[in-house]
């Protein structure tokens, strides 16, 4: 990545710097939340405020993730809820890609929201949503995402029903659904996201040695944090959601 944007720096190639300042993943996962922020707000700090653009989806789906990353599902919530009207006054939502990838962000999103509210009483009550609400949100989402026809859309409407099952206490089906998902992400090469499913199932299976091996896997990628990242790409899966018992 230093070396794509020196490149573009010196071809004075304002759209590749931007774009490459965007590639959030890049600096998560060298563990390095804050620097993938202040290159976001970099990129976006060219863009006009009035309109929005490809730019700003792609920063909306990079800061989401740095917001999961540094474990802030509130500000995660926030920001892709409070973006989805512009997303879609965009027309950008018609693009099959950018809606499965956006509606895929804004469940986990609610996923990391609902998990947030087991260590932290009144999440819910201060983003304007009831207990009930979100998960019934979530089931929506699943749906939507589970008829479009993107090789990925299916895989990741595994994931998002594997971690609502886990948050409602059904570990068993819960893994048994990420691995289904690990599976259809090996078929499309989607390794990453393969490798965090394995390795949320290995946690809810209290799985020791299967996690580690998936933890090493991931590291051997070059990230740092392999559990903090697996937890970004399926969130929501190491815990109880408090609704169950108060809905």
């Not at 962000?105 to 304007?128: D, K, N, P, Y």
């Not at 939507?144 to 990741?156: D, I, N, Q, T």
């Not at 299976?205 to 970004?232: F, N, Q, T, Y």
Request: charged content about 25%.
């Amino acid at each position: 990545m230093p070396d794509m944007l020196r490149e573009a720096r010196d071809r004075d190639d304002q759209y590749a710097l931007g774009g490459y300042r965007l590639l959030c993943m890049a600096w998560l996962a060298a563990d390095d939340p804050l620097e993938a922020r202040r290159q976001a707000d970099a990129a976006l700090a060219t863009q006009p405020a009035s309109d929005f653009h490809t730019q700003h989806y792609l920063a909306l789906l990079g800061q989401g993730q740095i917001d999961l990353y540094l474990g802030d599902a509130r500000a995660a919530w926030n920001r892709v809820a409070g973006a989805w009207r512009a997303l879609t006054r965009a027309q950008l939502l018609r693009a099959e890609h950018v809606r499965v990838e956006m509606r895929q962000l804004r469940a986990r999103c609610a996923l990391a929201l609902l998990a947030e509210t087991h260590a932290h009483e009144g999440t819910l009550s201060e983003v304007g949503w009831r207990p009930g609400r979100l998960p019934r949100f979530v089931e929506r989402e699943i749906r939507r995402l589970a008829v479009e026809s993107l090789p990925a859309a299916a895989p990741f409407a595994e994931l998002l029903r594997a971690a609502a099952e886990a948050q409602r206490g059904e570990t068993a089906s819960a893994g048994v659904r990420l691995r289904t998902a690990a599976g259809l992400l090996e078929g499309i090469d989607m390794q990453l996201y393969a490798a965090a499913a394995r390795h949320e199932a290995a946690w809810l299976a209290k799985d020791g040695s299967a996690r580690l091996r998936e933890e090493e896997w991931i590291a051997g990628r070059g990230i740092a944090d392999p559990a903090r990242v697996a937890a970004v790409l399926v969130p929501g899966v190491r815990c109880l959601a408090p609704w169950v018992t108060r809905a």
